[in-house]
């Protein structure tokens, strides 16, 4: 494995990368529960698992999921339609509706996470304990505070990239 001098270099073997380990991450789900989890978008998937058992407010829910307020709306209409979760009155002010987990989109969640800690398992077994604490370091780093898709790093390399 020869990793590239340069900068640009290894951002393209990055993104050479990335689509393979995200596949190998992918097929590691058992087809069981790929199958119960097909009739549901990744987004819907990322949602559920961010609902607690008491809920998210709309505000809450855009914040976890990293999206404008407008789009969690969108989310929870389908969460709701497919019968994933519900809109409940919040105990504390009458005001503000939270979106709740049903029984079926819990176990859905739980599914997906499950299935999501086997495949991440699986795939880093493959790295001894230094290189696992070195990907977590990396991706610590990168789930920072920098502003969306602005390296903190890489700076002006990601406009170079774009071009």
């Known amino acids: 494995m020869r990793i590239p001098r340069s900068r640009r270099g290894k951002l393209e073997r990055f993104l050479e990368l990335q689509p393979v380990v995200w596949a190998q991450l992918a097929s590691a789900v058992p087809d069981e529960v790929r199958g119960e989890l097909s009739s549901v978008t990744t987004h819907q998937l990322r949602a559920l698992v961010q609902l607690e058992d008491g809920g ?6 855009a914040d976890a999921m990293q999206v404008m307020a407008p789009t969690a709306t969108v989310l929870a209409d389908r969460l709701a339609a497919r019968g994933l979760a519900t ?4 105990p504390h002010d009458k005001r503000v509706v939270r979106l709740v ?13 499950s299935a999501q800690r086997r495949s991440a398992a ?5 790295l001894r304990d230094e290189q696992l604490d070195a990907l977590l370091d990396v991706m610590e780093t990168l789930a920072g505070t920098a502003p969306h898709g602005v390296s903190p790093v890489a700076g002006d390399l990601t406009l170079e990239l774009a071009r």
């Open 122 to 126: 699986s795939l880093f077994s493959r």
């Open 87 to 90: 809109r409940v009155a919040d």
């Open 101 to 113: 987990p049903t029984d079926r989109g819990r176990a859905i969640a739980r599914q997906f996470r």
């Open 56 to 61: 998210l407010t709309m505000r809450e829910l």
